[in-house]
Antibody, heavy 121, light 111 residues
């Protein structure tokens, strides 16, 4: 059974870089699939952040592209998210998920439980 | 403001049938892009319910079904149970924003 678990600081200061890791168990991330990040600000809907293919190609939400980096660490079987120059608007629950299909046909299964990141001084 | 529009809430009595709509436009659902649906209990991992408009992953009861027509999609739940009380999200692709988009979510209450 594939499981994903997000980890990282729960509090980040404005203008700094948010860094999260998604550890995958039950499946080798280098074998197949896309590996994605999605977030949900408090009281709002879900927002797709971006994706990395098992081969290393990345795809980002155009609205966040200038600040986002997603990377793979196959030796540790995890993938990571870095979001730079954060503001209070980046406060959200951050989810990682395994994704099937290219962006135009993508769906997410399974998801991690999510981790709350608050941006505040 | 989400690209895909869902009603904020729906409700139904146990055993009844409810539908949740997901309204898009010509740059997403109306352009032929697939719609997928998720069930989410706050504090837990969202769960895939329907993929590719109408396909159920293994393990999802056949009480859940999806359909798509024109610029809209719907999730139907029959034989409502208390455990169905959750938030439901639709998801698709939008060519005008060049990315994956979600609906704002619908809270289902089982009366």
């Amino acid at each position: 059974q594939v499981q994903l678990q997000e980890s990282g600081p729960g509090l980040v200061k404005p203008s700094e870089t948010l860094s999260l890791t998604c550890t995958v168990s039950g499946y080798s991330i280098s074998s197949d699939y896309y590996w994605d990040w999605i977030r949900q600000p408090p009281g709002k809907g879900l927002e797709w952040i971006g994706s990395i293919y098992h081969g290393g190609s990345t795809y980002y939400n155009p609205s966040l592209k200038s600040r986002v980096t997603i990377s793979l660490d196959t030796s540790r079987n995890h993938f990571s998210l870095k979001l730079s120059s954060v503001t209070a608007a980046d406060t959200a629950i951050y989810y990682c998920a395994r994704a099937r299909g290219p962006t135009i046909r993508r769906w997410f299964d399974p998801w991690g439980q999510g981790t709350l990141v608050t941006v505040s001084s | 403001q989400s690209v895909l529009t869902q009603p904020p809430s729906v409700s139904g009595a146990p055993g009844q049938r409810v539908t949740i709509s997901c309204t898009g436009s010509s740059s997403n659902i109306g352009a032929g892009y697939d719609v997928h649906w998720y069930q989410h209990l706050p504090g837990t991992a969202p769960k895939l319910l329907i993929y590719g408009n109408s396909n159920r992953p293994s393990g999802v009861p056949d009480r859940f079904s999806g359909s798509k027509s024109g610029t809209s999609a719907s999730l139907a739940i029959t034989g409502l149970q208390g455990e169905d009380e959750a938030d439901y999200y639709c998801q698709s692709y939008d060519s005008s924003v060049s990315g994956v988009v979600f609906g704002g979510g619908t809270k289902l209450s089982v009366l």
